[in-house]
């Protein structure tokens, strides 16, 4: 068992400091970092699922140390466009949870998809760590907005999934189907 206090205290991407690196060195610590809030959001969503939002957040500060680790690598940010609803592809709600709108329009929705079935597979009950599920599948796609569009189904279907069972969970619930 580990000590969930380690992942609480884990700092911001904000303060993670890489000036000192170069490129490649400042990509893959930013990438080592996210991978380990990868594996805490999973930890804790076998030991610990009443801690839902912590995972959460461990999630999301992945996503933007992902990005900041793009960034280095091009030097550039990640693009977000910003268009309008109807353009925008959206991964379809389920089990009682909404739907999640995306920033990308419908060029990508089957790099989306394929992201969203990913994680399906993963919370299916996969062997593979969750950092290895993404980091393994995102490689098959091109460099910047089709990993990153790839990232934000998969992601978001997890999103999805721990948002049910926060309303699904019973009070004396101990485990997190995976």
């Known amino acids: 068992m580990f000590d969930l206090h380690l992942l609480v205290d884990l700092p911001k991407p904000s303060s993670i400091d890489t000036t000192s690196l170069s490129l490649e ?53 990640a693009q977000r466009l910003h268009k309008q609803f109807e353009q925008c592809h959206s991964i379809p709600s389920v089990k009682g949870c909404p739907g999640i709108r995306t ?40 460099v910047g907005d089709y990993q990153e569009a790839f990232e934000a189904g998969f992601v978001s279907r997890l999103q999805q999934a721990l948002m049910v069972q926060a309303k699904t969970e019973s009070p004396t619930s101990t485990c997190f189907d995976a």
């Open 25 to 77: 060195d400042a990509a893959a610590k930013l990438r080592r970092a996210a991978c380990l809030r990868l594996n805490g959001a999973q930890s804790i969503l076998l030991h610990y699922p009443k801690d839902i939002e912590l995972a959460v957040e461990l999630l999301d500060d992945a996503a933007v140390l992902f990005d900041m680790s793009f960034k280095r690598l091009t030097g550039m940010p």
């Open 103 to 142: 920033p990308w329009d419908k060029d990508f929705a089957e790099v989306i998809q394929d992201g969203v079935g990913c994680a399906e597979s993963w919370l299916s009950g996969s062997p593979s760590p969750l950092w290895w599920a993404l980091a393994h599948n995102r490689k098959r796609h091109a």
